[in-house]
């Protein structure tokens, strides 16, 4: 099914002037952030003029949860009125509402396969952050029994996997191979267990993990992907190509410079806007890169999706004021054929920073011809000039691709 980015975002234009003007009247934390852009709940009408509100990062709300009671006045509520107050590292507090399935992951958990009839066993941890919490609630929502097994015992894990005939798994990829591995062990066969599915995040799922728990136990597995703060930001269909946008939180994928929407297929920051009025989080830059694919999805889910998980915008390092991430320049050198491999060099010479990149050339490459596309290349994805490109033979083959050598002294 294709899906236009832009009509799906159109669609959120009624949510977002809500919860902004909401958000104004009934959190102090959200008034200040407007105030301080200049802002009024006038100045955002339609979902593209967010752009105008400068992104609230990880340490940003660190910082702002501590200035004052009430989460430093983001919760529209007192505290106490909420079902659940869950702590994430950093510290974040990560506040449930009383609502069924509050964090929104129904739609994962059906697009798996999971409903009535299945036993869930779910292997997130219970204790202070929300995973294993929010995990339950969505199962739950789908008309699924849970097992509430949390991280270890895997004895008795694998003992209740048996006993239960449970039929489903949520948590790690990892886990669930060490527990079907730790039951062969100890003599069952998980092959004859009616466990035939799986939905798993909080880390990357290699393709040949999933082949295994499917080639070696036969569960299918499915992929998801979200954070504490926000809950569902993504999710796997059928065909388990890309992950698809939740229609009940506004999920964007930003430059990490100006904030702006970035085109589809480019690599940007996760940029996430809750619709819930209770804690109002808008424009909150989770800290992943990812992209929008651009290709027609054989799903019949009607929403964008992303192509997965491409690093964390803290790997990124400032040039001249501008964020550059190694993607990025992975992204422009891609692009051009004649180039073997690369490498990027950030140096600093009289208060000035500067950009080098080396390159080993396909063999027969013209290098000036050579010299003048590369550097266009830098310029157009990163935009910053670049400051010189080096035609070397050869690079170790364990040479890092990006190399900071600036002092601050």
């Known amino acids: 099914m294709t899906v236009s980015i832009e009509a799906f975002c159109a669609g959120f234009d009624e949510r977002v002037r809500h919860i902004v003007a909401y958000g104004y009247e009934h959190s102090p934390a959200f008034r200040k952030r407007m105030e301080a852009a200049g802002l009024t709940p006038a100045d955002i009408q339609t979902m593209a003029d967010l752009s105008r509100l400068p992104i609230l990062r990880k340490e940003d709300l660190i910082d702002l949860q501590r200035t004052g009671p009430n989460l430093g006045g983001m919760l529209t509520v007192p505290l106490h009125k909420e079902r659940r107050i869950f702590q994430s590292p950093g510290p974040i507090h990560d506040p449930e509402p009383d609502t069924p399935d509050s964090w929104r992951w129904a739609p994962a958990f059906r697009a798996a396969g999971f409903g009535p009839g299945d036993v869930v066993l779910n292997a997130f941890s219970y204790h202070l952050t929300p ?108 065909s388990r190509e890309g992950l698809h946008l939740p229609d009940d939180a506004l999920v964007q994928v930003c430059d990490l410079n100006t904030g702006e929407p970035v085109a589809l297929g480019a690599t940007g920051e996760v940029v996430v806007t809750l619709f819930r009025t209770d804690y109002i989080l808008v424009r909150f830059g989770v800290g992943d890169l990812s992209a929008l694919m651009d290709a027609p999805s054989p799903d019949a889910i009607p929403t964008p999706r992303l192509v997965g998980w491409l690093g964390r915008s803290g790997d990124s390092v400032k040039v001249r004021g501008l964020f550059v991430h190694p993607r990025h320049v992975d992204e422009a050198m891609g692009r051009i054929s004649e180039v073997s491999t690369y490498q990027i060099v950030i140096t600093r010479h009289d208060h000035r920073d500067k950009l080098i990149c080396r390159v080993v050339p396909v063999e027969g490459v013209n290098s000036d011809a050579l010299i003048g596309e590369v550097s266009a290349a830098v310029q157009g994805s990163l935009k910053l000039r670049c400051d010189g490109v080096e035609i070397i033979h050869e690079l170790p083959e364990d040479a890092k691709k990006f190399i900071d050598e600036r002092t601050w002294e």
């Open 131 to 238: 995973a294993a919490v929010m995990f339950e609630e969505g199962a739950r929502a789908v008309g699924c029994a849970v097992v509430p097994a949390g991280i270890g015992n895997q004895a008795q894990q694998v003992d209740a996997l048996e006993s239960l005939g449970v039929t489903a798994y949520v948590g790690l990829p990892s886990y669930l191979k060490v527990l079907l591995e730790r039951a062969r062990e100890a003599g069952h066969e998980p092959r004859d267990w009616p466990l035939r599915k799986a939905l798993v995040t909080a880390e990357p799922l290699p393709p040949s993990l999933r082949a295994l728990l499917y080639d070696d136990f036969g569960v299918q597995v499915f992929q998801a992907y979200g954070t504490a703060e926000c809950g569902n930001l993504g999710y796997e269909g059928p």
